[in-house]
């Protein structure tokens, strides 16, 4: 139907804030932490992201000992819908 279709474009059409002109380059002043195995590569990538969303310093939290609380951290803010502050 023409609402059914309506609505499926309406999903197409991208925030404002997810447009490339939006965008702002982040360009740390060090390195950032580096996992010692091949599969916590996402973890650290996103907890790099979610602590320069926060402000906070990705090199106290992000260390491969803590990989199992930063995955369970994440499931509890995928299931709120709601980052939670880093320390």
């Not at 994440?74 to 709120?80: D, F, R, S, T």
């Amino acid at each position: 139907t023409k609402k059914a279709r309506r609505q499926r474009m309406d999903l197409l059409t991208p925030l404002p804030a997810v447009e490339p002109r939006h965008w702002s380059v982040f360009a740390p002043k060090k390195t950032s932490p580096q996992q010692d195995n091949a599969v916590d590569c996402g973890i650290f990538s996103t907890q790099t992201a979610v602590h320069q969303i926060w402000g906070t310093s990705v090199w106290e939290c992000v260390k491969a000992e803590n990989m199992t609380a930063l995955r369970e951290l994440m499931a509890i803010e995928l299931k709120n819908g709601k980052l939670l502050p880093r320390c």
